[in-house]
Nanobody, 114 residues
Framework: QEQFVESGGGLVQPGGSLRLSCAAPGNSFSITAMGWYRQAPGKQRELVARIMYGGSTYIADSVKGRFTISRDNVKKTMYLQMNSLKPEDTAVYYC????????WGQGTQVTVSS
């Protein structure tokens, strides 16, 4: 069964930047609200950012002003630009629809550490 494919994570120093990408399956991407989620060790998965099919966005307070979500409906790809990263941003980042479906991808690990 097709699933989301996240990429772009890595190890970065505090204050650094990363750009995550999400390749989405299916043919309904352009009309679907999408979200970036993250799960830190020992914590529940949380919504970080949402982008509606029309382009309007929601950014969680914890990352507001630092993270930007965008999408390319032709490429069926979603992005998360993360700037001014902090150690507390360390987590596995996932993409999914919003609200999320049952099938999750592998996620991409983001580690912010000096």
């Amino acid at each position: 069964q097709e699933q989301f494919v996240e990429s772009g994570g890595g190890l970065v120093q505090p204050g650094g930047s990363l750009r995550l990408s999400c390749a989405a399956p299916g043919n309904s991407f352009s009309i679907t609200a999408m979200g970036w989620y993250r799960q830190a060790p020992g914590k529940q998965r949380e919504l970080v950012a949402r982008i509606m099919y029309g382009g309007s966005t929601y950014i969680a307070d914890s990352v507001k002003g630092r993270f930007t979500i965008s999408r390319d409906n032709v490429k069926k790809t979603m992005y998360l630009q993360m700037n001014s990263l902090k150690p507390e941003d360390t987590a596995v980042y996932y993409c999914n629809t919003d609200p999320p479906g049952l099938i999750w991808g592998q996620g991409t690990q983001v580690t912010v550490s000096s």
